[in-house]
């Protein structure tokens, strides 16, 4: 089942977030779609639908990565702080690749971290990954029982007052984007798990090195 608007306000009160704590994550696919193409059109990857893209790198890099990521993932976070730091330094800042980061919420409290980081950062996208990689190395004290009051000291942080970062989280039309944008991830190009990666279109699932990033970028650079 993907993210829908009344599990998220079910649980989104001045309180919710503690009480979701209990929830289990959303089954965001049947069984009968468990094995997927691992090869998706570049074209349907490329595609923002309803939220536009948080991208570090020139537009017409020869090689692109669209990575999608839950926020409380901890897979994600481990990428987050051990993988990309190598790829942003070895390709991102030298403009050889594109990196494009797209939410995908595995539970109520992931869809909450996406939004506040699209609040904070508007369109910048260096600021939005700035956020994500607050939240992921916080990721542990937000993802807690007082998530609400975690994720308004980020806000804080960022320059955002308490009821600002409560706006944030009841902002029903982001709600509704993010919910849009994990759908057709779902069903259009079959992402299921988190990480999930697109290689110019490649699919590349689970915790990946550097190396084996490495070893599939290199190549389409000297093409």
Known sequence: MIITRRAFNAALTLTGFAAAAGLSPWRLIDAAMAQSAQTAAASDVAKPVSLPDMALGPKDAPVTITEYASMTCPHCARFAEDVFPKIKAAYVDTNKIRYVFREFPLDIKAAAGSMLARCIAKDDSSKYFAVIDMLFKSQEDWA??????????????????????????????????????QKYANEVLKVNSTPTFFINGEKVTGETSFEEFKKKIDPLLKN
């Open 144 to 181: 807690g029982p007082k998530t609400t009051e975690a994720l308004k000291l980020v806000g804080k942080q960022a320059g955002l007052s308490g009821q600002q970062v409560e706006a944030c989280l009841k902002d029903q039309a982001l709600l509704d984007k993010i919910a849009a944008d």
